[in-house]
């Protein structure tokens, strides 16, 4: 129900933006055009969602490395799984309740990006700013992805939550959408407040908002271990998914926006050549 409103927002903020995007405007005559490829509107948002589940065909060495880097993490991450329970169970009523923990959980839940998606999408609407769009657009599109996959690999995996007690490799794989004690893997809270932090901190420019945005994520993978929802492995997950889905979406817009402005990021170590091997260092 809650997935299915915050489509339903999405897409109403996409009508809303794509025919207010057909009124024309006249900028004022100091302002210098600013050039972008997107459109933030329901031809891109397909678009964009073809090449999102499409893109493991298009994947580079480093993409299948990290890849199998956050998997093997994940799998090495359950061997901690038991003992970090035992350690943290031990105490776990004296702070279940506190605000860290309760606010953490809360930057998790599904209505949390609705809220934002609404708050940004409205302010959109009402202003005319891009950058609200931008980021309205950003959390809708991330979330949905996010969702849809997260989901998915719950039911199919099937793994059982800590407080069953049935011990962390136990899987009872079910299509059921009510069997939630058995959706343990990866934590949905996790990928959600990692996909929300992701993505505003890449609309943000000061570096100390870009690190303050991930405490809550942060919070967040920490409640749900100790109020015993999730295993440690599964919240390292959530918050990989989280991280690079928020990081995919952010990425494809601003492609769009260099390639449309003509210019191209080339920042960082390059390798210039191969015999004789050099690497060149190029700043923005």
Same mark, same amino acid.
């Given at each position: 129900?809650?997935?299915?409103?915050?489509?339903?927002?999405?897409?109403?903020?996409?009508?809303?933006?794509?025919?207010?995007?057909?009124?024309?405007?006249?900028?004022?005559?100091?302002?210098?055009?600013?050039?972008?490829?997107?459109?933030?509107?329901?031809?891109?948002?397909?678009?964009?969602? $073809?090449?999102?589940?499409?893109?493991?065909?298009?994947? &580079?060495?480093?993409?299948?490395?990290?890849?199998?880097?956050?998997? &093997?993490?994940?799998?090495?991450?359950?061997?901690?799984?038991?003992?970090?329970?035992? !350690? !943290?169970? @031990?105490?776990?009523?004296?702070?279940?309740?506190? /605000?860290?923990?309760?606010? $953490?959980?809360?930057?998790?839940?599904?209505?949390?990006? *609705?809220?934002?998606?609404? $708050?940004?999408?409205?302010?959109?609407?009402?202003? +005319?700013?891009?950058? &609200?769009?931008?980021?309205?657009?950003?959390? +809708?599109?991330?979330?949905?992805? +996010?969702?849809?996959?997260?989901?998915?690999?719950?039911?199919?995996?099937?793994?059982?939550?800590?407080?069953?007690?049935?011990?962390?490799?136990?899987?009872?794989?079910?299509?059921?959408?009510?069997?939630?004690?058995?959706?343990?893997?990866?934590?949905?809270?996790?990928?959600?407040?990692?996909?929300? &932090?992701? !993505?505003?901190?890449?609309? *943000?420019?000061?570096?100390?908002?870009?690190?303050?945005?991930?405490?809550?994520?942060?919070?967040?993978?920490?409640?749900?271990?100790?109020?015993?929802?999730?295993?440690?492995?599964?919240?390292?997950?959530?918050?990989?998914? +989280?991280?690079?889905? $928020?990081?995919?979406? *952010?990425?494809?817009?601003?492609?769009?926006?260099? /390639? /449309?402005?003509?210019?191209?990021? @080339?920042?960082?170590?390059?390798?210039?050549?191969? *015999?004789?091997?050099?690497?060149?260092?190029?700043? @923005?």
């Amino acid at each position: 129900m809650r997935l299915k409103l915050l489509l339903s927002l999405f897409c109403l903020t996409l009508f809303t933006s794509s025919a207010l995007a057909q009124q024309p405007t006249i900028p004022p005559p100091t302002t210098q055009p600013v050039q972008s490829g997107n459109k933030y509107d329901f031809p891109q948002f397909f678009k964009e969602t $073809g090449a999102f589940f499409t893109q493991p065909a298009r994947w &580079a060495l480093d993409d299948w490395l990290t890849a199998g880097f956050v998997g &093997a993490t994940t799998v090495l991450a359950t061997q901690a799984d038991q003992p970090v329970r035992d !350690v !943290v169970q @031990k105490n776990s009523g004296k702070y279940f309740y506190s /605000a860290p923990i309760v606010f $953490g959980r809360i930057m998790g839940e599904l209505y949390t990006p *609705v809220a934002l998606f609404g $708050g940004f999408a409205t302010y959109s609407l009402i202003t +005319g700013d891009v950058k &609200a769009r931008k980021i309205a657009y950003e959390l +809708g599109q991330a979330s949905l992805y +996010g969702g849809a996959f997260v989901f998915l690999t719950k039911i199919l995996v099937g793994r059982s939550r800590p407080f069953v007690n049935e011990g962390y490799a136990h899987f009872r794989p079910s299509f059921s959408i009510v069997d939630d004690p058995y959706h343990s893997f990866p934590s949905g809270h996790t990928t959600i407040s990692f996909l929300i &932090a992701t !993505v505003l901190s890449r609309n *943000v420019e000061p570096l100390w908002a870009k690190v303050l945005l991930y405490v809550p994520a942060v919070l967040t993978a920490t409640s749900r271990v100790y109020q015993d929802q999730h295993w440690t492995s599964d919240v390292i997950m959530g918050s990989a998914i +989280g991280y690079f889905f $928020g990081k995919w979406v *952010v990425d494809q817009h601003e492609a769009n926006d260099d /390639a /449309a402005a003509g210019t191209k990021d @080339k920042s960082g170590l390059q390798i210039t050549s191969f *015999v004789p091997f050099t690497v060149s260092l190029a700043l @923005k």
